[in-house]
């Protein structure tokens, strides 16, 4: 029987590019950007059922009440880290609390598939890799010369349906972007890796051992309560920060990436937001009471009040609280700037 | 000894033209659109002192606690309408009340005047011509080719400053108005009078003696309470709704213009608002708590929230409770229709 995979969400992000819907202790992910549930929430229910394991959530402290009361009846069990050390630190603390063999799938949980059967199916495809001991990662079929993701360059095929990673490629510059589309055999960079513990945990301690075993030491010393694991502070807090890519992935040799089309999104501004979000035949998308006249390709977060928009195209009009931010769409990069001067 | 001008203040108007800050009981003129003072308590300010009598206030039931509330140290009396009926209507409940030989200065509530000394000494000449029974108006000094006023037309001088009315045109289209401003002769109608109230009520019983009759009737059967005087519904309700341009000026044959230069503005539209308010150096004006980015030329009334612009120009940001109102400070004539949508 195939051992079932094991969801591992990585929940620490603060997301100030949704600012001012995003911020605090209700984080993106938390929030319900594309209506009904949140993002974390739909991470969570795209790793549910029959060949999923019970999934573990990686969090904040600021954030452990609210990944409770998102979690319905998926029931994660928790290891919050007591400060943020980024993303290799946090795939230590799962691999240190994991069976060598389990397999682990580690995801963001503020990002967006449409189409769940084709993860699925890559997900099948990742874990005969994985148990071959390669680190894979999903590479998102790419829709446009992006500059806003790194890149993956796939090398020799592996199989039908994945291939050795050549490079990784960081956030380029447009020419390059335009190159790579051009050429083909590159993918986006999502963040989704799948892998077998043990060999994670070798390729850890060969490329990036103070990580570690600072974040072993801090699960073996953590406060168990219950379901939940609050890793020991001093411990922990020796891990250097450093994201899983740069300390594991691009330095391992046996880095396999298996491309897919699922309607990927990480909803990293309010730009694409807009594209993913539902609108009307002028193109405005609205959370919320909108009156419109003469107005186009908006997006608007009402939050309780009644926006009205007379004469503007392509504008966003972000409502939370005391805050309301308005921008052209084309400007959402710059969210993080007004973000910062209303802390 | 020059008997002293009898201020008499219009203020029944809805001012859907600044919505949302401007709506119900709350008008117009009740705002401190540019700050400090609202307009109303600006309007009687400016009249107020030596060679000016006690104020009287024509208003609706529904602004008659706005008007107390704002009227400061300057007690005027008021006259109540049961139901609006327009200007002319209003200008005779005044006349109704007033002794023949009272001269009545007649104005909006809710207009700006930067330069008081240059209307005063308007007041003076205009106060000459109305002991001789002219119907006197003031003419404001065109500064652009504007659709959004009437204009006067002057003819025969009388005296150094003043002039017979030769024509009333209504608000043109714009080849007239860039006509009318090549040609010089012409000024805006600014809906200020003076008259000698015994040459109004005679003007009146000429030319819209059903307006006057239904008007003294309503102010004759009114209930008198303190300083207010509520006109009777039914005898008042019979007056035909009409301008006191259309039914009294425009068909008189003894109206004179007094032109003057004195930072009058109507503050009519948002756009309007935004030519007078203090800017900053980058064309923004705010009235509350603003960030701006990369913004320029802005009109921003945050009232009590907090607004943060990033890359946008000219365009009015309008909060006021549950109401944000967006839009291009250029599209400021189209406030109506979101105003009617919000009601």
């Not at 001012?20 to 795209?46: H, N, V, W």
């Not at 710059?334 to 910062?340: C, Y």
Request: aromatic share 6%.
């Amino acid at each position: 029987m195939t051992p079932s995979i094991q969801p591992v969400i990585l929940c620490g992000g603060a997301g100030t590019r949704l600012w001012p819907a995003s911020r605090g202790a209700r984080a993106k992910q938390f929030l319900d950007i594309l209506g009904e549930e949140s993002l974390f929430a739909r991470t969570l229910a795209r790793v549910a059922g029959p060949g999923f394991g019970r999934p573990l959530v990686i969090c904040g402290t600021q954030h452990v009440a609210m990944v409770r009361a998102q979690s319905g009846d998926h029931a994660p069990r928790l290891i919050v880290e007591p400060a943020p050390r980024n993303t290799a630190a946090a795939v230590a603390l799962a691999v240190a609390g994991a069976s060598p063999d389990a397999l682990l799938l580690v995801m963001p949980s503020d990002h967006i598939i449409t189409d769940v059967a084709a993860f699925h199916r890559a997900i099948g495809q990742a874990a005969s890799l994985a148990r071959e001991d390669w680190l894979v990662t999903f590479g998102i079929e790419p829709e446009r010369p992006d500059t806003g993701f790194g890149y993956i360059a796939s090398g020799a095929p592996i199989g039908d349906s994945a291939f050795a990673v050549r490079r990784f490629i960081e956030k380029p510059p447009l020419k390059d972007a335009e190159a790579m589309l051009a050429e083909g055999g590159y993918s986006w960079n999502a963040g989704i890796f799948l892998f077998r513990a043990g060999a994670m945990r070798a390729a850890m301690l060969t490329h990036c051992p103070a990580i570690f075993e600072a974040a072993e030491a801090g699960f073996a010393k953590g406060a168990e309560n219950g379901d939940t694991l609050l890793a020991d502070r001093t411990a922990f807090e020796a891990a250097p920060s450093d994201s899983i890519d740069y300390a594991v992935m691009e330095k391992h040799d046996r880095v396999a990436v298996v491309p897919v089309a699922m309607g990927w999104s990480d909803l990293g501004s309010w730009q694409a937001v807009h594209a993913l979000a539902g609108c009307d035949e002028a193109g405005n998308a609205c959370a919320g009471d909108l009156f419109a006249l003469d107005s186009r390709g908006c997006l608007v977060r009402a939050e309780g009040k009644r926006v009205s928009l007379v004469g503007m195209e392509d504008v966003a009009v972000i409502v939370d609280g005391d805050d309301i931010l308005v921008m052209p769409l084309a400007r959402s990069q710059d969210v993080r700037a007004a973000a910062l001067a209303r802390q």
